[in-house]
C-alpha cells in the first residue's frame, strides 16, 4: 500500500511538471480540477509536495479560480507540518500573484511574511518579498514610506553582509527615485545595484538593473551613455548564455530593442532600422509575446518615420495577434492604430470603418469587464463561504443567499447598462471622431446619418453650446451646478446625459475639450507660446498636468507632437 501510494504522488508529481512546462509554451488549460481532486486524497508530506506543485502551476498560468484556494491550503498544509520553507515559498508566490491587480494585500501581508523570513534567515525571498514591497508602494506613489522601507533593508542587507541583498535595495532606490523624475539619483543607485549584483554573481538580476539604468539615461536623453550601457549589457548576456550552454533570446531582444530605442531617439533612423533587421532574423523563432514587442516596436518606428503604407501591413499582423491570442486589449489597441494609419494615408472610407469596429469592440470590453468582475465577485465569495461554513454552517445558506441576490442585481444593471451603450447610434461615432480631430482627414461623404436626439443628447448638445461659448471650459473654477441650472437640469441628469453620450465623467470631459484645444494652439505654425503659457490657456493649473494628461490620452508628450507637426509641415 505504501509503495502504491508512493507511486501515485510521484506519478502526480511527474504530471504536475508536465504540465507546467506545457503552460509555458502553449495555449493549453491544464485540468487542475482533476488533479486538485486526486491531491485531495493523499496524506501528509505527499499531499504538500504535490499542492505546492499544483500552487505553482496557478501562479504560472493565472488561474485565479484556484489561486487563492489552492494558495490557502497548500500554506495551512505547510504551517501544520512545519515546513517553513514551503509555507514561504507559496506565500511568495501568493503574494506575486496580487501584483498588479491587488496591491493592497501585498502591502497588508508584508510584515508577516517578512518575520517568517528573518526569523529562518530566508533572505533570498525575504527582499524578493521587499521589492514586491516597495513596487506596491510605489503604485500608491507613497514615495517616503518606500525609501523608509529601503533605508530599514540596507541596514539588514549591511549587518548580515548579503550582497544581492544590496542589490535589491539600492535597485528599488533606484527606482524610486526613477519614478520621482530625480534621474541622478536613480542612475547613482542603479550603478551601485549593477556592482553588488555583479559581487553577488547574479547575472540575470545584474542585467534587469542595467535596463532600467539604460531607460534613467535616456531620459535624460544621455544617449552615448545609453549605447555603452547596451554593449555592456550585451557582455553579461553572453556570459549567462556561457553559464547555460544555450542562447538566451529573450535577453538579446530586449537589449537590441533598447539599440532601436535609442538610435530613434537620437534621430539616427538608418542604424535603428539596421538592429530591427537583426531582429528580424531571430525573432520568428521566439514565443508569441516577444513577436509582438517586435511588431510593436517596428510599428512605432515607421509610425515616428512617417512611413504610414510600411505601417499599415503591421497593424493587420497586431490585429490578428490580438485576435489569436484571445487578448481583447491588445486587439483593441492594434484597431485603433490600423483607423489611425488609414486616416494618415487619406483613406477615409476606411479609417472610418476601423474606428467603428474600434467602437464595438470598446462596447464589448466594456460587457468582458463586467463579465469577469462578476467572476471575481464569484471566486471572492466562494472562498468566503468555505471559511464561513467551517466556523459556522447554520449561517452558510444566508450569506450564499444574500451572494446570489448581489450577483443577479449585479448582471442586470451591467445587461441594462450594456444594452444602452450597444443601442448608440452613428451619431456616438461622429462625435468621437470630431473628439480624436480626424474629421479633416475623412471624406465629406463620411457623415454620419442624422438621428432623433434623446433628452440626455439634448442636454450634452446644450452643454457643448456653453463650453464652447467663449471657451467656458478653460475657466479655472467650472460650477456643474451652475451649468445644470443653465440647462433646466441637475448634477445627476448632467452626468448622465455626459457617461452615455462620450463615456466620461463631467472631469474628464472637461479635459478632454481643454486637450483638443491645446492640439490646436501646438499645431498652429503662427503659435509661440510655450508649452507653460499653452497649458495654463487652455485652463490646466500647471505645465505637468498638460504633459501627464496628454501623453495617457495621445501617447506622445506635448513637445513631442509640436515637433512632428512642424517637421511635417516642413517637409
Known amino acids: ?57 496557478t501562479y504560472k498560468s493565472g488561474d485565479s479560480v484556484f489561486n487563492e484556494k489552492v494558495f490557502k491550503e497548500c500554506i495551512a498544509l505547510a504551517q501544520k507540518q512545519k515546513n517553513f520553507k514551503t509555507e514561504c515559498d507559496v506565500r511568495l508566490m501568493q503574494f506575486e500573484s496580487y501584483k498588479g491587480e491587488n496591491e493592497q494585500k501585498i502591502i497588508d501581508g508584508y510584515e508577516d511574511f517578512m518575520t517568517l523570513a528573518e526569523k529562518h534567515k530566508f533572505w533570498k525571498e525575504y527582499f524578493n518579498m521587499f521589492s514586491n514591497y516597495v513596487s506596491a508602494l510605489l503604485k500608491f506613489e507613497k514615495y517616503q514610506a518606500a525609501i523608509a522601507e529601503c533605508e530599514k533593508q540596507y541596514k539588514v542587507a549591511q ?35 549593477i ?5 553577488a554573481n547574479d547575472l540575470k538580476l545584474e542585467l534587469f538593473s ?58 539616427q533612423f538608418d542604424k535603428a532600422e539596421k538592429y530591427l533587421n537583426k531582429i528580424k532574423g531571430y525573432v520568428y523563432k521566439m514565443r508569441s509575446p516577444s513577436i509582438w514587442s517586435f511588431t510593436g516596436t517596428l510599428y512605432d518606428f515607421y509610425r515616428l518615420t512617417a512611413q504610414y503604407d510600411k505601417a499599415l501591413p503591421l497593424t493587420d499582423s497586431l490585429v490578428l495577434y490580438g485576435e489569436v491570442s484571445g487578448n481583447k486589449f491588445l486587439w483593441l489597441k492594434a484597431v485603433y492604430e490600423r483607423a489611425c494609419t488609414f486616416a494618415h494615408l487619406n483613406k477615409g472610407e476606411s479609417a472610418a470603418d476601423w474606428f467603428q469596429k474600434y467602437k464595438n469592440g470598446r462596447d464589448s470590453v466594456e460587457i468582458v469587464k ?66 480624436e480631430r480626424l474629421e479633416k482627414e475623412l471624406s465629406p461623404e463620411n457623415k454620419p446619418v442624422a438621428v432623433i436626439e434623446t433628452t440626455n443628447q439634448k442636454i450634452f448638445k446644450g452643454l457643448n453650446e456653453i463650453m464652447f461659448a467663449n471657451r467656458y471650459f478653460v475657466k479655472n473654477k467650472i460650477n456643474r451646478l451652475e451649468i445644470a441650472n443653465k440647462l433646466n437640469t441637475n448634477e445627476n441628469y448632467l452626468h448622465k446625459a455626459i457617461r452615455e453620450c462620450v463615456d466620461m465623467s463631467f472631469k474628464e470631459y472637461i479635459y478632454s475639450l481643454r486637450l483638443d484645444y491645446a492640439k490646436t494652439l501646438l499645431t498652429d505654425p503662427n503659435n509661440t507660446d510655450t508649452i507653460e503659457g499653452i497649458a495654463y490657456e487652455c485652463g490646466f493649473q500647471s505645465r505637468s498636468t498638460l504633459y501627464k494628461l496628454f501623453v495617457s490620452t495621445y501617447g506622445i508628450s506635448p513637445t513631442e507632437y509640436r515637433k512632428q507637426i512642424v517637421e511635417s509641415v516642413s517637409v
Open 1 to 57: 500500500m505504501k509503495i502504491t501510494t508512493r507511486f501515485i504522488v510521484v506519478a502526480l508529481v511527474a504530471v504536475a511538471v508536465c504540465i507546467s512546462v506545457n503552460a509555458q509554451n502553449t495555449t493549453a488549460k491544464p485540468n487542475l480540477d482533476s488533479l486538485y481532486n486526486v491531491a485531495k486524497t493523499l496524506k501528509g508530506e505527499e499531499k504538500l509536495k504535490v499542492l505546492y506543485n499544483i500552487a505553482d502551476l
Open 159 to 193: 549587518n548580515i553582509k548579503s550582497e544581492a541583498g544590496l542589490g535589491y535595495v539600492t535597485d528599488m532606490f533606484g527606482t524610486i527615485y526613477f519614478q520621482m523624475k530625480r534621474y541622478d539619483e536613480a542612475e547613482k543607485y542603479l550603478k551601485k545595484a
Open 195 to 199: 556592482v553588488h549584483f555583479r559581487k
Open 210 to 267: 542595467a535596463r532600467y539604468l539604460w531607460k534613467a539615461v535616456v531620459t535624460q536623453k544621455k544617449y552615448d551613455e545609453a549605447l555603452a550601457i547596451c554593449q555592456k549589457m550585451e557582455k553579461v548576456n553572453a556570459e549567462i548564455d556561457a553559464e547555460s550552454g544555450k542562447e538566451d533570446l529573450v535577453y538579446k531582444l530586449y537589449i537590441d530593442l533598447n539599440y532601436v530605442d535609442t538610435y530613434s531617439n537620437m534621430k
Open 370 to 435: 463586467a463579465a469577469a468582475q462578476l467572476d471575481e465577485l464569484r471566486t471572492k465569495y466562494e472562498v468566503d463561504i468555505l471559511e464561513i461554513r467551517d466556523k459556522n454552517k447554520n449561517r452558510m445558506i444566508w450569506i450564499l443567499a444574500v451572494v446570489i441576490v448581489l450577483i443577479i442585481a449585479f448582471a442586470l444593471i451591467y445587461i441594462m447598462k450594456n444594452r444602452k451603450i450597444l443601442n448608440k447610434s452613428r451619431q456616438l461615432l461622429a462625435e468621437f471622431l470630431e473628439r
